[in-house]
C-alpha cells in the first residue's frame, strides 16, 4: 500500500490518501495492517523467547500453530475485501517501510532496511516509557485530553 499525499486546504496540508485501493473496502485495508503489525511483533517475540530457551517444545509448538492460523485468516480476510497482501505493507518515505521485506529481518540482528516493526520490536525488548500529554481535535478545537503514561516492554512488569 502507498500513501499519496492530496492537499485538501490553502495551508498545504496534506491528507493521507490511496487511490490505487479497493474503495469498497472501507477501512479494513488499515485494520489488516495493523493485524498484520502485531502477529509480526508477536512472531518475533516467540523467536526470541525460543532462542533464549524459555519455551517449552509444546509452547512452541501452540505458538507456531497459532501464528500460521492467524496468518491464515489474515490472508482470508485480504481475499474476502480484495486487498492484495502486499498492499498490507505502508511506506512511510524516509521512514521506511511499516513491516520489513519478506526474509529482510530477524529478531535480535539488523535489517538491511529498517522498518517501524523492527523499531516497536526492539523497543519491545528493550523497554520503554512514554509519558506526556496529547491534545485531539479538529477545527483548531481541542476535543479529548489524555495523560498518558506507557510501559512498552516484552517482559513481565
Known amino acids: 500500500m502507498t500513501l499519496a499525499c492530496t492537499p485538501y486546504d490553502s495551508d498545504n496540508q496534506a491528507l493521507l490518501t490511496r487511490p490505487e485501493s479497493n474503495s469498497q473496502a472501507g477501512l479494513a485495508p488499515l485494520l489488516l495492517t495493523v493485524v498484520e503489525l502485531v502477529r509480526q511483533l508477536l512472531e518475533a517475540q516467540i523467536i526470541r523467547r525460543m532462542e533464549k530457551?524459555?519455551?517449552s517444545e509444546s509452547?512452541?509448538?501452540r505458538a507456531a500453530e497459532s501464528i500460521q492460523k492467524l496468518q491464515?485468516?489474515?490472508?482470508h480476510l485480504c481475499e474476502?475485501?480484495?486487498?492484495?497482501p502486499e498492499e498490507?505493507?505502508?511506506?512511510?518515505?524516509?521512514?521506511g517501510t511499516l513491516l520489513p521485506e519478506a526474509g529482510s529481518y530477524y529478531p535480535g540482528e539488523e535489517g538491511i532496511?529498517?522498518?517501524?516493526?523492527?523499531l516497536v520490536d526492539r523497543l519491545l525488548n528493550t523497554g520503554v516509557v512514554v509519558e506526556g500529554n496529547v491534545d485531539l481535535g479538529l477545527a483548531q478545537l481541542d476535543l479529548i485530553h489524555l495523560k498518558l503514561r506507557l510501559v512498552?516492554?516484552?517482559?513481565p512488569v
Request: cysteine-free; aromatic content about 6%; charged content about 25%.
Open 53 to 55: 530457551g524459555v519455551l
Open 59 to 61: 509452547d512452541l509448538d
Open 72 to 75: 491464515e485468516q489474515i490472508l
Open 80 to 84: 474476502i475485501f480484495e486487498v492484495e
Open 88 to 95: 498490507l505493507n505502508v511506506h512511510l518515505g524516509e521512514f
Open 113 to 118: 532496511k529498517p522498518s517501524v516493526l523492527e
Open 152 to 155: 512498552l516492554t516484552s517482559q
